[in-house]
């Protein structure tokens, strides 16, 4: 028997070792977490979210200060289709593209200029949309096409032609 009290005694012994041991490595996490804690901030990490992360906002785009919005004066779009109206007759066959690199302006600026010329008869042009060719000179852009009567027409004008001749006749 006094091998199983002497085996009782050292089971005993283990025992309270490992619950204090156990003790102190709970006391020691415990002790880092908090020191963790208080070294970020004691701030709760922010709960995952899900899907894409999102983009980070893009720098504001700032106009230049220099160019003003809204209506142009009279007088410098007069100057303008007047330098656009000698630039076209020193180059004909130009694009927008061209007269606007020539002057030194966008073609955004030179549409209303090219649009009076167009009214007034000082331009003419060939092509189409982004193909369009200025050249100086009348002649007034496109031409409509005449509308061809079709034959149904064509004989509805000669049974009528004939219908009125026909009344004349009988009414005198």
């Known amino acids: ?8 005694n050292i089971r005993a012994c283990v025992d309270s ?4 041991l156990s003790a102190l490595v709970r006391q020691a996490a415990l002790d880092s977490v908090q020191e963790a804690l208080i070294s970020v901030g004691a701030s709760a990490p922010a ?3 899900r899907g894409r992360p999102r983009k980070k906002a893009a720098a504001p785009v700032r106009r230049k200060a220099s160019k003003k919005r809204g209506r142009r004066s009279s007088a410098l779009v007069s100057k303008t289709t007047d330098s656009a109206l000698a630039y076209i007759r020193t180059n004909p066959g130009c694009s927008v593209g061209d007269i606007g690199a020539g002057l030194g302006s966008s073609t955004k600026e030179l549409r209303l200029p090219l649009m009076k010329l167009l009214a007034d008869g000082k331009l003419r042009t060939t092509g189409q949309k982004r193909g369009t060719r200025y050249h100086a000179g009348g002649g007034g852009g496109r031409k409509k096409a005449k509308r061809k009567t079709t034959r149904k027409k064509a004989k509805r004008k000669t049974t009528r032609k004939k219908a009125k001749k026909t009344t004349r006749k009988k009414k005198s």
């Open 47 to 49: 709960p995952a979210r």
């Open 17 to 20: 070792f490992v619950e204090e």
């Open 1 to 8: 028997m006094a091998k199983k009290d002497f085996d009782a």
